[in-house]
């Protein structure tokens, strides 16, 4: 009884993960060229993270933003960073009764040093 169980739990709930790491990225609204360009001195918040999802019912009706530039201004939004450095970002899919696509999300997260560059 237990093993139907969990075969039907794993056919309910299904997933999937991918993960890569970058170098540096800045916040949406900034200009990675010109940081390396000008070889900007910086300071070194901290590790952070941050996520970003976008969810869709019936595989029709989708809502959210899991974009990589959202994910990476949470996490710069809580420390006031400007870039990340050693960052590793991992995609998510998730699906619930995924053969009827009856809800399914997936999220980009995001973990990094959060750096705040220094003015000249």
């Not at 029709?60 to 970002?89: M, R």
Request: aromatic share 6%.
């Amino acid at each position: 009884m237990r093993k139907k169980i969990l075969l039907l739990m794993a056919l309910l709930l299904s997933g999937c993960t991918s993960v890569g790491t970058l170098g540096i990225v800045s916040k949406s609204t900034g200009d990675p060229g010109a940081m390396l360009r000008n070889a900007q001195p910086y300071k070194e918040l901290g590790p952070v993270q941050g996520s970003a999802c976008r969810f869709f019912l019936l595989a029709i009706l989708p809502w959210g933003d899991a974009t990589l530039s959202t994910a990476v201004d949470d996490a710069l939004a809580k420390v006031g960073g400007d870039a990340l450095i050693n960052v590793t970002v991992s995609n998510s899919l998730y699906g619930f009764i995924p053969i009827y696509n009856v809800l399914s999300y997936t999220c980009t997260d995001v973990k990094g040093i959060a750096i705040k560059l220094q003015n000249n």
